[in-house]
């Protein structure tokens, strides 16, 4: 962190203001001696437990937009180098308010394994057909800050912060840049983990997926119907063979049931998400253990002019 904090605060000197969410680590405590020993003025946002890199997001947008002003923008980025602070300015520069609410980083150039590239290729396709959007871009972006407080009013910033930015109707603007190598170490983000949080993108389009397999469903409920009635056809007109009729009704039935339920469930869920839709934000200040400011600032209250 402190590396970061020291490439930052050389990037764009006093016009910097940081917040750093500390996600309710236990072992190594963000301590506010990364930011002063960088030089740098900003704060760092201690949670009361880990709540996962979304969240931790979503509640240190919160309480930026609370005090940003109209000149400030913002920009989310990870601290473990990936996000290269050279990259801020491109960032900046396309974020022009007249036509552009977000810019997100499409990455250009990845150090990832070929097993991540391939998986991520898998699940962008897999995302693609379930919610009829494509996704290319992480956490790394540049917000106005109308766009700050848009996507603090939506209950999906908690649970992937790209999907609901995809959601937000917001105008966005996609410039190609490269992936930093890891200051050190290797992600803690296995399979597992990885493929949550592909899960998780999806649940913020749940409507357009529930409705998408409730139509496949549909469709194959009733190409099933259709073979069922064709079996009876030719059965009745003596062209089935022994033990062909009864086989291919049986299955044809079952796949016509279980398709049905399937679909109905799926309507069912639909109606279900839709008056959910209006759910309460994540209540970010439960969350917040302590603020700890930098001695020239004041927890957030008054930032000074910032770029990010």
């Known amino acids: 962190m402190f590396r970061l904090f020291r490439e930052l605060h050389a990037a764009f000197g006093a016009s910097l203001f940081i917040v750093a969410v500390d996600d309710g680590s236990v072992r190594e ?27 931790a997001i979503c509640v240190g947008l919160g309480l930026v937009a609370e005090h940003m002003h109209p000149h400030q923008r913002v920009v989310v980025m990870d601290s473990d180098g990936e996000d290269l602070p050279q990259s801020i ?14 810019v997100v980083a499409q990455r ?11 998986f991520y290729a898998i699940f962008k396709l897999f995302f693609a057909l379930l919610t009829g959007r494509r996704i290319r871009f992480g956490n790394f972006m540049a917000l106005s800050p109308q766009a ?32 930093g190598p890891r200051y050190a170490g290797q992600s803690k983000m296995n399979f597992l983990g990885l493929a949550l949080h592909g899960f998780k993108a999806l649940m913020v389009f749940a409507e357009d997926v529930l409705v998408r397999v409730g139509v496949v469903c549909c469709v194959i409920a009733v190409l099933a119907f259709m073979g069922a009635m064709l079996a009876i056809l ?8 022994l033990g062909w009729f009864s086989i291919a009704l049986g299955i044809l039935v079952l796949i016509f049931l279980q398709t049905g339920t399937l679909a109905l469930m ?13 759910a309460t934000p994540l209540s970010y ?24």
């Open 285 to 308: 200040r439960d969350l917040v253990e302590d603020i700890l400011p930098t001695p020239s600032q004041d927890a957030l209250v008054s930032p000074p002019p910032a770029r990010i």
């Open 266 to 278: 799926s309507l069912l869920l639909t109606g279900v998400v839709r008056s959910g839709a209006i």
């Open 108 to 118: 250009n150039k990845r150090f990832e394994t070929p097993q991540f590239k391939a």
């Open 29 to 55: 405590p963000l301590p506010l001696s990364s930011l002063t020993g960088a030089g740098a003025n900003g704060a760092v946002i201690r949670l009361r437990r880990n709540v996962g890199h979304q969240s």
């Open 148 to 179: 700050v407080r848009r996507l603090v009013a939506m209950p999906e910033l908690s649970i992937h912060v790209a999907g609901t930015v995809l959601a937000s109707r917001l105008r966005i603007r996609m410039p190609l840049l490269d992936r």
């Open 234 to 241: 030719l059965k009745t007109i003596g062209f089935a063979t």
């Open 89 to 102: 300015p491109v960032l900046l520069e396309a974020l022009d308010p007249d036509t552009t609410d977000v």
